[in-house]
Structures are given as structure tokens and as C-alpha cells.
């Protein structure tokens, strides 16, 4: 996995911040507005927004949506951007539009603070990451036996799981778009027609409703995302994650300006702020991972070492245009 995200550096930099807090000879004051699409969840993105302006003065104007969803408004926006931010979409969805975005290079924060080489972190990028989802299965323990969960992608082609998978609509969720991917990737498209057929039509509009939906019992496995399945768990619902035997893959959410936006100064402090140590205890209070080494992980969470991960092609996930279209081709056909 680190040997393909190097290869994507030039697009994506991976920052995982190891410790510090915010630069305290950096310039934090401000005033106005910026608008932010954020395809994360309300609540988390809320307490960012609340923090950023009470540090800065700047007032944030939020829209929220699905990654896909995100990304088609902001090409429908491209000669007239609206928004000034885009943040919570994948990385491989956004290295798709890299056209839409203007390069930044962050004051805040230095190469000695970043999970890579100074010579790899770069001076200018048009995003990079902080902090990642990884796929997994939510299992509605109430409703399958232990010896009847799946265990890997392979399993959910099964008959006897017909009906019974939650899933996103990868056109509009970044999260199922990745899913999506994985499974072409491990098995090709003739398992991913198999695995539609599978799903009797149980797509959901959104991620956040795929785990929900597992956890009343509409069935008993969501396809999701790692940080959204263990707040049940955390909660005490009857689930359970699964980390699939046959492989998954961390994301790294990108975060970026767009081209001609309105308030650019204010884009970019917005940026530089969520790589402060502030924003990390934020994003870990939320069962995510957070990007800071000095920041207790969220409870639950597997060790690294203990997750499968496959050797993800980055770079062929950034065709999201093939992936959709080759996807709804299924959905229509079926």
C-alpha cells in the first residue's frame, strides 16, 4: 500500500501529521466568509466550522452532499465557482478535476511535521489528505449467526445473502464509488453484476443511511465505512465490523481550493486549520482516524497491522467517469 500511495504523491500527499500544535508565529485573524462543500457529516463538519471561526473571525457557509454529488455541482460551477472549499470527497474522485483547482503550499505546517520526506511533501499540490476511511462490512448481529457473516467481497455474491447488503449509489456517494472500485478491482465486472444482482435493489441515496438501515434492521450488512460502522459498535447497537479477508483500502479525503474562487485567503487559512491539533481531537471524537500521532486514536478502531489491505490502483480509481458509466450500464441491463 505505501509503495502505491508514493506513486500518487504528485497529486495526493498523504500528510499525517506527527505532533505540534498550531504555528504560533502564524497568522490566524481574518474576517469575511468561506464557503465550504463537505461531503463529511454534519455534526463533525459543524464543530470544525464553529472552531475555525472562533479562532479566525471568518463565518463559514456550508453545503453538504455525497462526494459524487459534490463533484458534479462543482463542474456545473466550473466557469462561475460557488464555493470556495471542497473537503470530505476522495482523493480519487477529486484527482479526476484537478482542472477545477488551484495549487496551494501550507505556512502552517512544515515538512519535519508530515509522514513523508521533505522532498516528497512538495511545495505546491492542488490537495492532500488527513486522516482516512477505510471500507469494511457492518453486520447486524441480531440477524445473521455467527457462522452465516461475511468474512470477504468475494462472499457477497453468495445467493444466500440475496437481498440482504446495504449499499451506496456510487454516482453519488465518494465512499461507494470506492467500494465500487475495490470490487472491480479484486474480481472484475463481471462480479461487480453479480453483486448488483445480489443487492435486489438495495441501493441507498446516501453513506450515512447504509449503516443506519443495517443497525434498524432493513438488513443485515451494510457495505461502509469503517468510522460510521464503529459508532454503532461504540454505541452498543447488536454489530459488528468486518474488515474483509480478501482486501481493503484507506482513503485519504481531499481537501481543496477551487480555481477563481471568491475568498481565497480564506480558503487557504480554512485549509491550513484543519491540519491543526485542534481539528485532529475533533475528528477522533467522531470514531475517525485521526491524522495527529499526539491525538488518542477513537476507541475500537483495528490496529493497522491487523487490517488487510490490498494493493489499490489509485491511479485507475481516478477514472470515476469509466467506473460510473460502466456501472450504470449494469444497473440498466439488470
Known amino acids: 500500500m505505501k509503495k502505491v500511495l508514493s506513486m500518487i504523491l504528485a497529486l495526493i500527499v498523504a500528510a499525517t501529521l506527527t505532533a505540534g500544535v498550531l504555528a504560533e508565529e502564524f497568522d490566524w485573524t481574518g474576517s469575511g466568509t468561506v464557503t465550504v462543500y463537505t461531503g463529511n457529516d454534519q455534526e463533525m463538519s459543524q464543530e470544525i466550522f464553529d472552531a475555525f471561526t472562533a479562532l479566525t473571525g471568518i463565518t463559514v457557509e456550508a453545503v453538504y452532499g455525497g462526494g459524487g454529488e459534490l463533484m458534479s455541482r462543482v463542474e456545473a460551477e466550473k466557469?462561475?465557482?460557488?464555493?470556495d472549499v471542497v473537503m470530505g470527497v476522495s482523493g480519487e474522485l477529486l484527482a479526476a478535476h484537478t482542472d477545477l483547482f488551484q495549487t496551494y503550499t501550507l505556512k502552517s505546517v512544515t515538512p519535519a511535521q508530515i509522514g513523508y520526506p521533505a522532498e516528497e511533501f512538495g511545495e505546491d499540490y492542488f490537495f492532500s489528505g488527513?486522516?482516512?476511511s477505510i471500507m469494511a462490512f457492518l453486520v447486524n448481529t441480531d440477524m445473521l449467526a455467527e457462522e452465516d457473516i461475511p468474512t470477504s467481497w468475494a462472499d457477497l455474491t453468495d445467493p444466500k445473502y440475496f437481498g440482504q447488503i446495504g449499499f451506496g449509489d456510487p454516482a453519488a456517494s465518494s465512499s461507494a464509488f470506492i467500494q465500487l472500485t475495490i470490487m472491480e478491482q479484486l474480481y472484475g465486472w463481471e462480479f461487480v453484476e453479480e453483486f448488483y444482482k445480489n443487492l435486489d435493489g438495495k441501493i441507498q441515496s446516501s453513506s450515512s443511511a447504509v449503516p443506519r438501515n443495517c443497525v434498524e434492521g432493513e438488513y443485515p450488512i451494510a457495505v461502509t465505512l469503517e468510522h460510521m460502522g464503529i459508532e454503532y459498535v461504540e454505541n452498543n447497537a447488536p454489530v459488528k465490523m468486518i474488515y474483509p479477508t480478501d482486501g481493503t483500502m484507506?482513503?485519504?479525503g481531499g481537501k481543496v481550493i477551487m480555481a477563481?474562487?471568491?475568498?481565497?485567503e480564506n480558503a487557504l487559512l480554512f485549509i491550513e486549520f484543519?491540519?491543526?491539533?485542534e481539528v485532529a481531537e475533533i475528528v477522533a471524537s467522531h470514531h475517525r482516524r485521526s491524522a495527529r500521532a499526539a491525538?488518542?486514536?477513537a476507541p475500537g478502531l483495528a490496529a493497522y497491522d491487523d487490517i488487510p489491505f490490498m494493493d489499490y490502483d489509485y491511479e485507475k480509481a481516478q477514472?470515476?467517469?469509466s467506473y460510473i458509466s460502466q456501472w450504470n450500464e449494469i444497473v440498466i441491463n439488470n
Open 79 to 83: 466557469d462561475n465557482p460557488l464555493c
Open 130 to 132: 488527513a486522516g482516512g
Open 250 to 252: 484507506e482513503t485519504k
Open 260 to 264: 477563481n474562487c471568491k475568498n481565497p
Open 274 to 277: 484543519t491540519y491543526s491539533e
Open 295 to 297: 491525538v488518542a486514536q
Open 319 to 321: 477514472d470515476s467517469e
